[in-house]
């Protein structure tokens, strides 16, 4: 007998597999420093995390007031795609004194 590819039945004991885990969740974490200026950094978070300009310059001005902001929370693997990102952006020409990309980090959510 041929296999009807239509028939959607689901494997042998799908059904109770019980509910979806939740993958871990990561906060992608923008850390300031005296390098990089507000338009760098803006155009990085509408560049990397697809915001508004409105939106990148209000976590660009809790960034400079705090010293860090949380850019994504997302899983760890998607965490340090976007961590990468951020490090490897390049370096600000608009600021002299500035040698690379900025810092990112990752924490775990509670």
Known sequence: MTPNPNNRTHP???ASRGPVQQLAQWNVVL???KDHSYNYVTTL???LFAVSSAQAVELATQMARTGRVVCMTTHREYAEFKREQIQSFGKDTLVDHCTG???AALE???
């Open 31 to 33: 850390i300031n420093d």
């Open 45 to 47: 978070l509408q560049q």
């Open 101 to 103: 990309s900025m810092s």
């Open 108 to 110: 775990a959510c509670e």
């Open 12 to 14: 042998a004991g799908a």
